[in-house]
């Protein structure tokens, strides 16, 4: 059963959720999932119903700046005046709460892809003992030198033409040579996955896609960097299972490189169980793959496996 709810932040904002769960039945566990930039949670509805059928309930909200929760058109791609980053983490852990509420004492796994990818990895290094385990799906990890020259040309371009505009140049910056690898290409985000009619789904949905604000860019480069931190990654808890999914030519991770940096800094940082899959030749959204199901059962054994 698919039941939409809201969350209210600290600050006001009303957190568009939806959770995916039997009533006749317990979880054995409960997936939180923190979605991808320029998407929605309900494009997780197939995986979630997939877990539902497993025993494993779904929980997710669309972040600030996307899907319903970006009510009027200008909050699309934008985050928040200040500590944009961190506001979004905090959503998460209001989620987490609710979550905890609804069924005390079940396990709570953390999904996140891409940019919710990132934004997890800040969650667990500030309420890892909160979590029984976290996949990061289509991550990587980015020069810092690159993300602080990044930073700089965000803040210069939220100067010139305000935080609210939508940034093409900061977009081409940073997803405009994704494409490349695929040429010749059939559409602008052929990227994203070899199954065309997802890549179709996508283009087409309306609370997909857009070009992001100034300072949306300023507020990813910045908790991408903090995330990079040895310092930060050592909060993490050592006894945290951490799986990482990702095609071996997503651009996102690097083709993997990006990928494994990641893995080799939570285990140079003493986290035990630690390990990825890379999928021969799938690109950035292995949940939208054309080998969909193999992901599926992966991750549905890891998780029974812990």
Same mark, same amino acid.
């Given at each position: 059963? !698919?039941?939409?709810?809201?969350?209210?932040? #600290?600050?006001?904002?009303?957190? #568009?959720?939806?959770?995916?769960? $039997?009533?006749?039945?317990?979880?054995?566990?409960?997936?939180?999932?923190?979605?991808?930039?320029?998407?929605?949670?309900?494009?997780?509805?197939?995986?979630?119903?997939?877990?539902?059928?497993?025993?494993?309930?779904?929980?997710? &909200? @669309?972040?600030?700046?996307?899907?319903?929760?970006?009510?009027?058109?200008?909050?699309?791609?934008?985050?928040?005046?200040? &500590? %944009?980053?961190?506001?979004?983490?905090?959503?998460?852990?209001?989620?987490?709460?609710?979550?905890?509420? !609804?069924?005390?004492?079940?396990?709570?796994?953390?999904?996140?892809? =891409?940019?919710?990818?990132?934004?997890?990895?800040?969650?667990? /290094?500030?309420?890892?003992? !909160?979590?029984?385990?976290?996949?990061? =799906?289509?991550?990587?990890?980015?020069?810092?030198?690159?993300?602080?020259?990044?930073?700089?040309?965000?803040?210069?371009?939220?100067?010139?033409?305000?935080?609210? *505009?939508?940034?093409?140049?900061? &977009?081409?910056? =940073?997803?405009?040579?994704? &494409?490349?690898?695929?040429?010749? *290409?059939?559409?602008?985000?052929?990227?994203?996955?070899?199954?065309?009619?997802?890549? $179709?789904?996508?283009?087409? @949905?309306?609370?997909?896609?857009?070009?992001? *604000?100034?300072?949306?860019?300023?507020?990813?480069?910045?908790? #991408?960097?903090?995330?990079?931190?040895?310092?930060?990654?050592?909060?993490?808890?050592? $006894?945290?299972?951490?799986?990482?999914?990702?095609?071996?030519?997503?651009?996102? %991770?690097?083709?993997?490189?990006?990928?494994?940096?990641?893995?080799?800094?939570?285990?140079?940082?003493?986290?035990? $169980?630690? #390990?990825?899959?890379?999928?021969?030749?799938?690109?950035?959204?292995?949940?939208?793959?054309?080998? /969909?199901?193999?992901?599926? =059962?992966?991750?549905?054994?890891?998780?029974?496996?812990?």
């Amino acid at each position: 059963m !698919e039941t939409a709810f809201t969350v209210q932040a #600290s600050d006001g904002v009303e957190l #568009s959720c939806i959770k995916w769960i $039997d009533e006749t039945r317990q979880p054995r566990m409960i997936l939180q999932i923190s979605h991808g930039m320029a998407e929605h949670i309900r494009r997780y509805a197939a995986f979630a119903q997939m877990l539902v059928g497993e025993g494993i309930f779904v929980y997710g &909200n @669309d972040h600030r700046g996307h899907g319903y929760t970006a009510e009027k058109k200008e909050d699309r791609g934008y985050f928040a005046d200040e &500590n %944009g980053f961190g506001k979004v983490v905090e959503d998460l852990y209001l989620v987490t709460q609710q979550i905890k509420k !609804e069924y005390p004492g079940t396990p709570v796994v953390l999904f996140g892809h =891409s940019m919710g990818s990132f934004l997890i990895r800040r969650y667990a /290094q500030l309420y890892g003992r !909160e979590l029984h385990g976290m996949i990061l =799906s289509g991550t990587g990890d980015n020069a810092i030198p690159l993300l602080k020259i990044g930073k700089l040309l965000a803040r210069l371009e939220m100067k010139a033409k305000g935080r609210k *505009t939508p940034s093409l140049f900061l &977009n081409n910056l =940073s997803f405009g040579k994704f &494409n490349k690898p695929f040429r010749p *290409t059939r559409t602008p985000f052929d990227w994203l996955t070899r199954n065309e009619k997802d890549v $179709d789904k996508y283009i087409a @949905d309306p609370l997909c896609g857009g070009i992001f *604000t100034g300072r949306f860019f300023y507020d990813l480069y910045t908790g #991408s960097e903090m995330i990079q931190k040895e310092e930060n990654i050592a909060k993490v808890p050592k $006894d945290l299972p951490i799986l990482f999914i990702s095609g071996d030519k997503d651009p996102v %991770g690097g083709n993997t490189k990006g990928v494994l940096q990641a893995y080799e800094a939570f285990r140079a940082a003493g986290v035990h $169980d630690v #390990s990825y899959i890379f999928y021969k030749d799938g690109r950035h959204e292995m949940l939208h793959e054309i080998n /969909q199901k193999e992901v599926y =059962s992966d991750i549905v054994r890891w998780l029974e496996e812990r």
